[in-house]
């Protein structure tokens, strides 16, 4: 939700604040608005709003802003609720539910909440509500400053309809800056066009084709805000009267739409201000105090500009920004709240001017100096290194991930990567653009040798790394290898290490004397050695073909021959046989 609210709901209340003084030179005469418009009249905007408001300061900036734009006609009036009885009273009438609400044209439109950006929300809400259809009246002011805290005020209303006109007039005094210490935001500033009290207040009927005409003094000391503080002291150049006319035709009026705390709203058909005196204000002072500092060379590529700003009544500031590489630089950003910005990715070894118009919330403004600097030097990516695998490497298994190390002098800058892998020499590229220190090559091949090269850059510059290279290892071996036992063979009888015939009723062999045991062994990655055990003893290790043992001692008649046989990948192979042996 774009609005936080600080709500008021019977008696709970969430403490929040409202927005800054400022003042400028406005003329007794209104100005024609900027806008081109279709208004059929000045539009009125009562900000319901309270000094403990965390949120309300965002609403009385906006108002203010969009009043002295001089866009629309508008003007806009601050009940400070806690401060001032009277603005409670007309606060009350709308059944506000929530800290600040602004109410634009009696209710007509309504918007509850202050956010950064109600500006627009504002600007939307006065369009909705100028164009609409009104009674067809006229009303003028005129004031007449009698001194001390005094005036005359006089306001005409003319009713141009076939019938009779019946209205409420309301005329509202304020202070284009609250002169009460205590009317301040949490911010602590002053509030802007804070209502003090009605002038007059009061239904009205006017005949068709009539003027109705009123003039009332209003004596300043006679006044006050509920809480012990007269108006005596009001000054001329600090006040501003401004007379509504609300029609007497009835509306269902929400002051939480759609449907929340209703209230009886009746809309307003004209609306005319009157600035009493010439009200004026001081500019804010040059922005000063640039970062980068002017004339500073070697300035980072990604540097954000600042500077400082300060007003001498603490009004609200904004800034234009003109930035560029020509002298004077062009506009890049309009009425900005930071007194920094960010022109993105700036070029190398180049000058840049810039320079800050500081606005305050009345139109006044002032130019800070031209102030330039020039960039860095480019300088390319350091040689990428740490190759993983390392260079020269074996057995390197075939799904490895290639990595590297590499950085850039210039941290801000991005290093990019170019991948050349293959078995060739030099290798083809592969990847590009990558922004990650890894690559992945797939599945490779079992024991082939591959190269790569990585090459670097920043966008402008190179930098490659050394040809590197490394060798797969061999395809994984799980086979075991063949193996046979030639001699003795089972069922045989041998005399003087010879085989003599079969046996005919037993089914191990028996054997006269010594006997040469041999036995063929064979496997794809070779046979590293092949074991002769009698009776679980090891008798012998043959690690060339033919793998063959002389048995030539022996104690006992029943004994078992085994062999074991190991291929280069550590595999083995087992045979055993039964033999009787006698002599």
Request: charged fraction near 15%; include cysteine; glycine fraction near 8%.
């Amino acid at each position: 939700m774009k609005k936080i609210i600080g709500i008021l709901i019977v008696s709970l209340f969430v403490i929040g604040a409202v927005c800054v003084p400022a003042l400028k030179n406005t003329p007794t005469q209104t100005t024609e608005p900027k806008k081109v418009t279709n208004f059929t009249h000045a539009v009125f905007a009562e900000d319901g709003t309270a000094t403990w408001c965390g949120y309300c300061h965002y609403a009385r900036a906006a108002l203010n802003w969009v009043y002295n734009n001089d866009d629309y006609p508008f003007y806009y009036v601050c009940l400070i609720d806690d401060m001032n009885t009277h603005a409670d009273s007309r606060i009350m009438e709308y059944n506000i539910q929530g800290y600040p609400t602004v109410f634009f044209d009696g209710g007509n439109v309504v918007e509850v909440g202050g956010w950064t950006g109600a500006q627009a929300a504002y600007e939307q809400d006065i369009e909705t509500a100028g164009p609409r259809a009104v009674s067809d009246i006229n009303t003028s002011l005129n004031v007449n400053w009698l001194g001390s805290g005094n005036m005359d005020i006089t306001v005409n209303i003319h009713n141009n309809n076939s019938a009779s006109y019946t209205g409420k007039l309301k005329v509202y005094v304020v202070e284009n800056i609250a002169s009460q210490a205590t009317w301040k935001d949490t911010t602590g500033h002053q509030y802007t066009m804070a209502f003090l009290d009605y002038a007059q207040n009061q239904a009205v009927t006017v005949g068709s084709g009539t003027t109705w005409s009123n003039t009332y003094t209003w004596t300043g000391s006679e006044h006050n805000d509920g809480h012990g503080h007269n108006f005596g002291n009001c000054q001329s150049g600090n006040l501003m009267v401004i007379a509504v006319v609300f029609n007497n035709t009835m509306h269902q009026g929400y002051s939480y739409p759609p449907s929340g705390g209703p209230f009886n709203a009746y809309y307003v058909d004209d609306c005319v201000g009157f600035q009493v005196g010439t009200f004026t204000n001081q500019p804010p002072a040059a922005p000063s105090n640039p970062s980068p500092a002017d004339g500073t060379t070697d300035v980072s590529c990604t540097k954000t500009l600042s500077w400082t700003c300060t007003d001498p009544t603490s009004d609200i500031l904004k800034y234009d920004v003109y930035f560029g590489t020509t002298n004077p630089p062009p506009l890049k950003a309009s009425q900005q709240d930071k007194a920094s910005y960010n022109p993105g990715r700036l070029d190398h070894l180049t000058t840049y001017y810039w320079q800050i118009v500081a606005f305050d919330e009345w139109g006044n403004s002032v130019n800070s100096p031209l102030w330039s600097f020039t960039t860095v030097v480019d300088r390319p990516p350091v040689q990428p290194y740490s190759p993983q695998p390392a260079d020269g490497a074996i057995n390197v298994p075939i799904n490895k991930d290639l990595s590297w190390s590499c950085s850039d002098p210039d941290p801000q800058e991005t290093v990019h990567y170019d991948v050349y892998f293959g078995v060739t020499n030099p290798p083809p590229l592969v990847a590009s653009h990558l922004t990650d220190k890894t690559y992945d090559p797939g599945n490779m091949v079992y024991n082939t040798t591959y190269y790569w090269i990585i090459n670097a850059t920043d966008g402008t510059l190179y930098n490659a790394s050394p040809l590197w290279s490394f060798t797969t290892g061999k395809e994984s071996d799980t086979t075991p290898p063949s193996l046979t036992i030639v001699k003795p063979l089972a069922g045989y009888i041998y005399k003087n290490d010879a085989q003599v015939r079969k046996r005919i009723f037993f089914s191990n062999a028996l054997i006269f004397k010594q006997i040469t045991i041999l036995v063929n062994a064979s496997d794809s990655n070779g046979i590293a050695k092949v074991e002769f055990y009698i009776d679980s003893a090891l008798k012998n290790t043959s690690t060339h073909a033919p793998y063959s043992y002389l048995w030539d001692t022996s104690s006992g008649l029943f004994h078992t021959i085994k062999i074991v046989a190991y291929d280069g990948s550590g595999n083995t192979a087992q045979k055993s046989i039964s033999v009787t042996r006698l002599g």
